[in-house]
């Protein structure tokens, strides 16, 4: 009998992000591992989904979605991303970001083209890429700065590059992109005529004052950037699975059937919700800027009384920490062993690099509920490392 495992999956493996998880429930710990966002949802957004769900507004929609929840999407643009789109022709809702992703890989790029990542990347960007069929190329940025050049672009491009994913704020290392570094990534897609895709799910979860750029918003990007953004991380609602693509009508045209082929539709009652949503005022998304700060600024205090060295990030809402120091053979020992005895999860850098700099770094998420993130930072707190991947605590 003939195995019947398509060759794009055969090498593939869990991410290191749902292993820890599954470990972490093995061990009853504390999962600062995978971005699950428990956060209290506002209840207005609650509300609007339940009155949606009784107002029977439970059957498919538009696969653009709901000609109300575009509009909206377009005032938000408009007035956050610096973005004028069409909310007739350049914005599809999504089944989720990673579905506005699939669909943008697979209606725009062919088969065997190169992608070009930034490393460290995220990895269900990367492994999406490559179960479709795509080739990961890669643009290894150096810790701790993770600074983009044009020069290193340049030598990552090679004739069969067709597209560039930009993810800011990072996942993993919570950095901002700069006007300067996207000016060197407009300079080599407009040179070497490369799509641009974006992941911009963090927009809203940033540090100090920064404020956000949109790619598509800068360099006259747009007619070249797919930009992804979505409701999960801003409002709370991970589990929803409801995104949006913004993009010129030629490229909305073909994503938007992809979709409608993949997913038919984003789910239609959260649609409803997602309009109550985006009228929200302003200081909503300046409360959950400083709540989110105020939880980094305690989760990189206890990992630096940990001994562990964070790299502080610009946004998101996960930090790295360096454990170069501490003696560990690989970031997966230093995980389990930080597990087993501490029952705090973090993820193996290795997630995120495709050579042993991951082994120097675990990754933190500092989203849970806010008692769980302080008791572990009172376990962090009280650990007592040594060289040779032993710990207790004091």
Known sequence: MREFIASTVRDLAQSDIRAMTRECSRVGGINLGQGVCELPVEPTILDAASAAIYGNCNSYTLAEGIPKLRESISAKLRHHNGIDA????????????TAAYTSALTALLNRGDGILFFEPFYGYHVGVASI????????????PDFEITKAELLRAVDASTRAIVVCTPSNPSGRMLSLHELEAIAAVAQERDLLIVTDEIYEFIRYEGRQHISPASVFELWPRTV???????????TGWRLGYAVAPAELVRPLSLTHDLCYICAPAPLQYAAITALELPDRYYQQLAATYQERRDRLCSALSASGLEPLVPEGSYFVMADIAALGFESAREAAMTLLESAGVASVPGTAFFRGDVGNRFLRFCFAVEDNLLSEACERLRHILWWRGARFELN
Not at 132 to 143: D, I, K, S
Not at 228 to 237: L, R
């Open 86 to 97: 069409d909310p007739g022709t350049e914005i599809v809702v999504t089944a989720g970001t």
């Open 227 to 237: 930009s992804i953004m979505g409701m999960a991380k801003t409002y709370s609602v």
């Open 132 to 143: 479709l069929g795509f080739v990961p190329q890669f643009v290894e940025l150096m810790p």
